[in-house]
């Protein structure tokens, strides 16, 4: 990610990619930043580093992160905000990346590509199918639908 501009010539840019792609919103590309520090700072990478493989995150690197970083943030609301923001698949969030590449904001190096991010992760698998409440309490609900009718 290029620091390099101002932060009004930061909003602009990013602004503008939302207005010419419609398909996300301004807190999607938001959090794909926040995703991306929560991976380099996870994975140890130097990001003041002149060395590009120091700082470099691969797309799957980074969708890995995406998604611990979308559990921790949302939880079981992880699909639902996810969603509201336009994000529905892994392909999303590469389409979000090279918008941001393109725009001069995110750097990327010649291996990397949109294809980086086809076939990461199941949507419904990773934060519906495979979310755990974590803790060292018990939870349970039994389910059993009113037999009154709302007049």
Known sequence: ???????QTWWEKLRGITKK?????LQAYQFVFEALDYTTQKM??????????ERHVTGQQLLEGIKEFTLKEFGYMARPVLE??????CEDFGEIVFNLVETGLMG?????????FKGGFDFKTAFDDEFQIKGKFN?????????TKYR
Do not use: N
Request: with cysteine.
């Open 21 to 25: 792609d419609q398909r996300y919103t």
């Open 84 to 89: 509201l923001w336009g994000i529905r698949c």
């Open 108 to 116: 990327k190096t010649a291996s990397d590509s949109r294809e980086d």
């Open 1 to 7: 990610m290029s620091k390099k501009a101002s932060p």
């Open 139 to 147: 939870v349970t609900f039994k389910w059993e639908p009113s037999r």
């Open 44 to 53: 140890g990478k130097d990001l003041s580093s002149p060395k590009e493989e």
